[in-house]
């Protein structure tokens, strides 16, 4: 959560994230726009579903 520093990250949003990394080709349905900056395995986008 360090890297994150910049961009608040919850606990709900990191446990998302990591199983994004546990869960290959999952995808998270959210309207946290904070997940395009999120990455899974250090540098790796996250398959989200938003709304524009």
């Known amino acids: 959560m360090k890297q994150y520093q ?3 990250m ?3 949003d990191a446990c998302l994230v ?3 990394e546990l ?3 999952s ?3 959210t ?3 904070d ?3 999120y990455r899974k395995n250090r540098n790796q986008a996250i ?3 938003m709304p524009d």
């Open 35 to 37: 997940f395009r900056i």
């Open 23 to 25: 869960i290959p080709r």
């Open 47 to 49: 398959d989200v579903i």
């Open 10 to 12: 919850s606990l709900a």
């Open 27 to 29: 995808c998270i349905l």
């Open 6 to 8: 910049d961009v608040p």
């Open 18 to 20: 990591r199983m994004g």
């Open 31 to 33: 309207l946290d726009s």
